[in-house]
């Protein structure tokens, strides 16, 4: 029987974000008063403090600011994607947002590369990951 | 710190600092990680050694560090264990080809990079300097405290390659104590792993970004080396028992009464008067440097 891989939970700060997502749009949102665009999801902004804010799109391309190659599996559901990529992506509008990097081998990665916006699905949910960026 | 506070406000005599599990036994562990994942369990990122994975590698590139210096870190506390009876790698001694050959947990973490998951517990007890000096040991003072929390989740965090929270905890822990780096004769560092002992010691002024390696090489923290970091082992080599590991060797080794890891001349290090002591939360979270010293 093939473990499952946890899912989405959205709550009231990332239902819109997971929303977006479900139509294969990456959103965050952006404050009304500074500008400041923000990741984690949250009911304010972390510069200046303002509730007001939109959830607008991004442009879904970004920079490896960090990343780890898992060679053993925490979940089971995960056993078969071993070796796997969790990376710390700078998105270019602003937010650095943890995700996944596809479309190379683990030893390609690096820190500074340019990756853009992959939809994988799950389940019925869409998950943003991040592969190389291709040339065009 | 807390334990100093209520003590001074007379609220009681005696604070009893404790801690007991048993994760290894009864797996409780693996259940911790996937209830408390969040939404990055949906991209496979559970638990502390891939937060403090993504930590290391962006030191990686920021200065160039790596299992180079790590490797000083994980042979060098293994020396110590194996003066230790209790400590669960007493009888496992580990060379730097056996660390390079060890599987990958989360790459770039071998597994001598992780604490190790232990059965087990571990107490002291804070009270007044009188009282203290009328029991059965000798007593350990607190010569210096201080905290800093920069609290930030690794994944938004700007602090992963320094300074952490370490820095301006011992600027407060020194400080409050008048030491140098000069002045400490031993560091027990909380070591959730490798990379945590050589930012910490970093951010405390041992050594500048990428100084590290060189710093370690030559049997530094060893039995023998002329700055002995983590005398038990550590939570690398003896046992995991989260800031009572680091903070309860360092009591021992200042009442000597730790056998044949005594620091002194049993192991050819200077007798400890003063050996400073760190704690860390979350992943680089929260950071407690506390300097502790002879009566």
Redesign the interface.
Known sequence: MAHQ?????PDAD?APFWEGCSEGILRFQRCLSCGHIR??ASFLCPECHATEAAWEPSAGRGTV????????A??PG?KE?L??V?A?VDIDEGP?????IRGCL?EEVR??MPVELLWED?NG?R?P?FRPLRAC | MHAVGVLEQGLCNYVAISYGHNPLSSGGLKSVFQERAGNEAVFGQFGASAGYALAARRAMHEFGTGPDTWKHIAVGQRKWANLNPIAMKYKEPMTFEDYFKSRWIVEPFRLPDNCLITDGGRAYIVTSIERARDLPNPPVLILGMGQHNPSTDVQQANHLAGPTGAKKAAESAFGMAGITTTDVDACQIYDCFTYTVEITLQDYGFFGPGEGQEWFEGCTIEPGGRMPVNTSGGQLSEAYFMGLTPFTEAVMQLMERCGPRQLGPATGTRKPEIIICSDNGAILQTHTCIVLGKD
């Open positions: 891989k946890p899912l989405p939970r990332t990741w984690p600011y960090s990343f780890v190659v898992y060679h053993v925490f979940d995960f994607d070796p796997y969790v710390l650095r947002m943890l995700s996944n683990p820190i500074g799950r949910s998950l990951v």
